[in-house]
């Protein structure tokens, strides 16, 4: 049980396109997601929280308009990285907590490697 | 400024020995703690926490201990195998609010046959 689906598990694109990465809950109901980036040889660094149907929370330094967090239902959220440059060249990773499971245990997607040209 | 830190990039340990993995905080309000272990292309997976109000917690062959005055935790796993040879992240976090967490770098342990 609790299953994260995090998709594509790479991208690549050209620089000023947009990205979309899907994160989904396939056995339990996320109600607060979160948003990771990685970037090599550091720790995760927590983007944004997003509780269902609310408005993500984003943390100090990540740009909203830049990164745009969606999560509509209690299985999906989406991230939109909008006119990516290289320099949001990353490691992104997704997890979710919910019901029935335990509120303080996040269980994490696969990641998805985004290379900006 | 780096709340959570693993200073041991890197560990090696022999198969059956103890593989003792280490982690510091600086943050005294944090009041949760948890290990995830990675394997390349997947994400991490939870293995074991355990709340301040305890000093440590046991499952199987992880046990993890918290020690408040030092801002110090550690996951200690006895037998090790070479199965265990994953990335290790320790993440703090507080039991109010969003629950979110702070991850530290991570470890790579490689247990050896």
């Known amino acids: 049980g609790a299953v994260v689906s995090q998709h594509p598990s790479r991208v690549i694109c050209k620089s000023g396109t947009s990205v979309k990465i899907e994160c989904r809950s396939l056995d339990f109901q996320a109600t607060t997601m979160f948003w990771y980036r990685q970037f090599p040889k550091q720790s995760l660094m927590l983007m944004a929280t997003s509780n269902e149907g609310s408005k993500a929370t984003y943390e100090q330094g990540v740009e909203k308009d830049k990164f745009l967090i969606n999560h509509a239902s209690l299985t999906l959220s989406t991230l939109t990285v909008t006119s990516a440059h290289p320099e949001d060249s990353s490691f992104y990773i997704c997890s979710a907590s919910g019901q029935p499971l335990a509120k303080n245990i996040q269980y994490f997607g696969a990641g998805t490697r985004l290379s900006v040209l | ?113």
């Not at chain 2, 982690?23 to 293995?47: I, V």
């Not at chain 2, 020690?67 to 507080?94: E, M, R, T």
Request: charged share 20%; hydrophobic share 35%; with cysteine.
């Open chain 2, 1 to 113: 400024d780096q709340q959570v830190k693993q200073n041991s990039p890197s560990l090696s340990v022999q198969e059956g020995r103890i593989s003792i993995l280490n982690c510091d905080y600086t943050n005294s309000m944090f009041d949760y703690f948890l290990w995830y272990k990675k394997y390349p292309a997947e994400g991490p997976t939870f293995l074991i926490s355990i709340s301040s109000i305890k000093d440590k917690n046991e499952d199987g062959r992880f046990t993890v201990f918290l020690n408040k005055s030092a801002k110090h935790l550690s996951l200690h796993i006895v037998p090790s195998q070479p199965g265990d040879s994953a990335v290790y992240f320790c993440a703090a976090s507080w039991t109010s609010g969003t629950y979110k967490y702070i991850f530290g770098t991570g470890t790579r342990l490689k247990v050896l046959a």
